[in-house]
């Protein structure tokens, strides 16, 4: 079952989640990913392993986006509508939006990516 195979059974396996995106970008580079290819199964229930397993998964998320969050946003200025802090936050968010999902795009979709044929197998489309 997935419980078996994706769950983490040492202290090593959930470092290795909250090691996210920096195993994620290794895995790509130095494993062929087109073997061995888990495909998750739905479970109604869900064990004490399971919660601890997406917790980790997650934490790193949360923690950068709270970081960005409390430092990024220009809260003391977003209580009035002004043109100046909104211009700012949206040319930011165009920045980070074109300057990380651009190179993931090309390395999805493109002729001359290297990862284009490991990622294949692990794509939802």
């Not at 959930?14 to 920096?22: C, G, N, S, Y």
Request: some cysteine; hydrophobic content about 50%.
């Amino acid at each position: 079952t997935w419980e078996n195979k994706m769950a983490p059974t040492t202290v090593s396996d959930l470092v290795r989640l909250a090691l996210f995106p920096v195993r994620n970008i290794m895995d790509m580079a130095t494993k062929d990913l087109k073997q061995g290819v888990v495909k998750p199964e739905a479970s109604p229930t869900a064990s004490l392993t399971d919660h601890v397993t997406s917790f980790f998964a997650v934490f790193p998320r949360v923690v950068i986006t709270l970081v960005c969050w409390y430092f990024m946003f220009p809260i003391e200025d977003a209580r009035t509508f002004r043109l100046d802090w909104v211009s700012h936050v949206f040319i930011r968010d165009l920045i980070v939006t074109f300057g990380f999902a651009g190179p993931w795009e090309f390395l999805l979709y493109s002729y001359h990516s290297p990862f284009k044929t490991n990622l294949a197998a692990r794509k939802f489309n």
